[in-house]
């Protein structure tokens, strides 16, 4: 049985670019399958936070870069001010799942936001991003301009809000082990590991008597 582990994350989290190289490296080889999911931190009409800002600075300063240089990541704090909203980008993530390009999607945009400072708020922007992963432009474009995937979006914001109970990303639901904040490969590893353990029968399955007994 395939074990589904869940990210929730914002493309706008570092911490959330962070998270990815730990849990790749975690799932090698392993009967695993992932999806990220969204969750915004500050959904519009909320004010987002400025990277000239006291607060984001002390963050990346004190939290932020000394974890990605330790990790061995390049990161950088953006200087697209205020930081864009992320709804847009996320519709796109809708229709990039359904082309089954979910996962590759997700990693583009971080990496766009956190290495090359690209304004994910912008519709021509991101329809570049998606673009350069194989979607269809136009269709993309389109989707995200008759917002498309907007119903679908909201679905999967109250979701995590409301029912998976998120407060902060990343979080990892992995199997029924919900945990928040970025997590070491061996970390990762062993609570796979348990998860696996926890899905597996343990009794052999399909036996049966017949009707001249065992």
């Known amino acids: 049985m395939t074990l589904k582990i869940k990210v929730y994350s ?8 962070l998270a990815e190289k730990p849990l790749e490296e ?26 000239e800002g006291n607060y984001l600075q002390n963050t990346w300063k004190q939290s932020v870069y000394p974890m990605a240089e330790q990790m061995g990541i390049q ?9 864009p909203y992320t709804h847009l980008a996320f519709e796109g993530c809708q229709y990039a799942k359904e082309k089954g390009k ?21 519709i021509d922007v991101l329809t570049k991003l998606a673009g350069e992963i194989g979607l269809d432009q136009t269709e993309y474009r389109e989707a995200l301009e008759t917002r498309k995937y907007k119903e ?16 902060a990303v990343p979080t990892f639901v992995i199997g029924d082990t919900k945990v928040a904040g ?33």
């Open 26 to 51: 975690a799932i090698k080889g392993k009967d695993v399958e992932v999806e990220w999911m969204p969750y915004e931190l500050r959904p519009y009409p909320n004010e987002t936070l400025k990277p």
């Open 10 to 17: 914002d493309y706008v989290c570092p911490f959330c670019f």
């Open 182 to 214: 970025v997590r070491s490969k061996d970390t990762l590893e062993q609570l796979i590991k348990e998860e696996i353990g926890r899905q597996k029968p343990d009794f052999p399955e399909g036996m049966a008597c017949g009707v001249d007994g065992c």
């Open 75 to 83: 990161i950088v704090l953006p200087k697209v001010s205020p930081q």
């Open 102 to 122: 979910g996962n590759e999607y997700n990693d583009r945009m971080l990496r766009a936001f956190f290495q090359e400072e690209q304004d994910i708020g912008s």
């Open 152 to 167: 679908v979006h909201r679905k999967a914001l109250k979701h995590a809000y409301n029912e998976v109970d998120i407060t």
